[in-house]
């Protein structure tokens, strides 16, 4: 059973910085794609950004320069490390591996409040 544990989440300033980590159990690592998504109260979930099993990365615009998404795959764990955070940051972020053969799983979920 595949298991995704997030950690990380809680509340900073805006214009902070905040670092979300997610470690995965119960398979092979390096199989999976992985990425962060993020939904607000009231919206759909969306990607934040991807990275794959060849370490190639993908950004949601709104986070270009700004958010870092990262790969260990030693420590089995993805890092999103998050700069210049914005209000509409705000959100339950969601870590999420997609495997080979259609598996995708997905964390409980760690929650990220941006407030002054």
């Known amino acids: 059973q595949v298991q995704l544990v997030e950690s990380g989440g809680g509340l900073v300033q805006p214009g902070g910085s905040l670092g979300l980590s997610c470690t995965v159990s119960g398979d092979t690592f390096t199989i999976y794609n992985m990425g962060w998504y993020r939904q607000a109260p009231g919206k759909e979930r969306d990607v934040v950004a991807t990275?794959?099993?060849?370490?190639?990365?993908v950004d949601d615009d709104s986070v270009k320069g700004r958010f870092t998404l990262s790969r260990d795959n030693t420590r089995r764990t993805v890092f999103l490390q998050m700069n210049n955070l914005k209000p509409e940051a705000a959100a339950v972020y969601f870590c999420?591996?997609?495997?080979?053969?259609?598996?995708?799983?997905w964390g409980k979920g760690t929650e990220v409040t941006v407030s002054p």
């Open positions: 999420d591996a997609e495997g080979p053969y259609g598996g995708q799983y």
């Open positions: 990275i794959d099993i060849s370490g190639n990365l």
